[in-house]
């Protein structure tokens, strides 16, 4: 018949009397402590945080829309509204953002980037060539203002890609257009000051029509107050320049 033998074991962490005298005269080490699990923390519930302003200010324009049927949104008045406002904000954001630079295009673009343009959006078009110095200065004050007004589109053209056979002699040229029409036509740098600048292009385009745009304003209030920034650019620049000169004329 089988050996067999039972080897006894208590529950994790229980002593007999015996072990603890022997602890207490110190022929055992100490007694472990007890396993004790890590106390139970849930985890975070994006949907119980409080819905407040900054809450709301921290969502995207996808999470905004998803919150439409929200029943806690629709208990308050308010945070509804404000809801509202951003995902607008948001929404003009990106539409200010799909402009900012000079865009190259083809003639098959053309139709689609520019007569189809929305009519809220004004479209200069650059016609130039490669290897001629006037649309190198001109591209040069275009990239400028390009940036500084990014809900206005700016494209460019090889100008025979636009029009078959057009002379080089009236390059640079810029066309404006607006609604599918043309609004506006400057062939040459003539139009644009004795020293073509980017402030002086922009004081060109905005003469008539509100073409320049920011995105900060409404595009039919914006001509007088783009002016109006544009020539304070113009004489701050222009007195910079002049007391660069004082300053090497002094050095001299």
């Given at each position: 018949?089988?050996?067999?033998?039972?080897?006894?074991?208590?529950?994790?962490?229980?002593?007999?009397?015996?072990?603890d005298?022997?602890r207490?005269?110190?022929?055992?080490?100490?007694?472990?402590?007890?396993?004790?699990?890590?106390?139970?923390?849930?985890?975070e519930?994006?949907?119980?945080?409080?819905?407040?302003?900054?809450?709301?200010?921290?969502?995207?324009?996808?999470?905004?829309?998803?919150?439409?049927?929200?029943?806690?949104?629709?208990?308050?008045?308010?945070?509804?509204?404000?809801?509202?406002?951003?995902?607008?904000?948001?929404?003009?954001a990106?539409?200010?953002?799909?402009?900012?630079?000079?865009?190259?295009?083809?003639?098959?673009?053309?139709?689609?980037?520019?007569?189809?343009?929305?009519?809220?959006?004004?479209?200069?078009?650059?016609?130039?060539?490669?290897?001629?110095?006037?649309?190198?200065?001109?591209?040069?004050c275009?990239e400028?203002?390009?940036?500084?007004?990014?809900?206005?589109?700016?494209?460019?053209i090889?100008?025979?890609?636009?029009i078959?056979n057009?002379?080089?002699?009236?390059?640079?040229?810029?066309?404006?257009?607006?609604?599918?029409?043309?609004?506006?036509?400057?062939?040459?740098?003539?139009?644009?000051?004795?020293r073509?600048?980017?402030?002086?292009?922009?004081?060109?385009?905005?003469?008539?029509?509100?073409?320049?745009?920011?995105?900060?304003?409404?595009?039919?209030?914006?001509?007088?107050?783009?002016?109006?920034?544009?020539?304070?650019?113009?004489?701050?620049?222009?007195?910079?320049?002049?007391?660069?000169?004082?300053?090497?004329?002094?050095?001299?």
């Open positions: 018949m089988a050996d067999y033998h039972f080897v006894y074991k208590d529950v994790e962490g229980a002593s007999t009397q015996w072990d005298l022997q207490k005269f110190g022929n055992l080490p100490p007694k472990p402590a007890p396993f004790k699990p890590p106390p139970f923390v849930p985890a519930d994006p949907d119980s945080e409080p819905k407040d302003k900054a809450w709301i200010e921290s969502r995207t324009e996808e999470e905004l829309e998803d919150l439409e049927d929200d029943p806690n949104l629709d208990d308050d008045r308010f945070l509804e509204e404000y809801r509202k406002k951003r995902l607008e904000e948001l929404r003009e990106a539409r200010v953002a799909r402009f900012g630079s000079v865009v190259p295009i083809s003639g098959a673009d053309f139709v689609r980037e520019v007569s189809q343009a929305p009519p809220e959006i004004w479209v200069v078009v650059f016609l130039y060539k490669d290897g001629i110095p006037e649309c190198g200065v001109m591209l040069n275009l400028e203002l390009a940036g500084r007004y990014p809900a206005t589109k700016f494209v460019k090889i100008s025979t890609d636009c078959p057009y002379p080089d002699r009236n390059l640079p040229t810029l066309l404006v257009y607006n609604n599918g029409a043309v609004k506006a036509t400057y062939v040459g740098l003539h139009h644009f000051g004795r073509c600048t980017p402030e002086g292009v922009a004081l060109a385009l905005c003469q008539s029509d509100p073409v320049l745009n920011d995105g900060q304003r409404g595009s039919g209030s914006s001509t007088k107050s783009v002016i109006e920034g544009v020539r304070k650019r113009f004489i701050e620049k222009v007195v910079k320049e002049h007391e660069d000169d004082d300053a090497y004329s002094s050095d001299d």
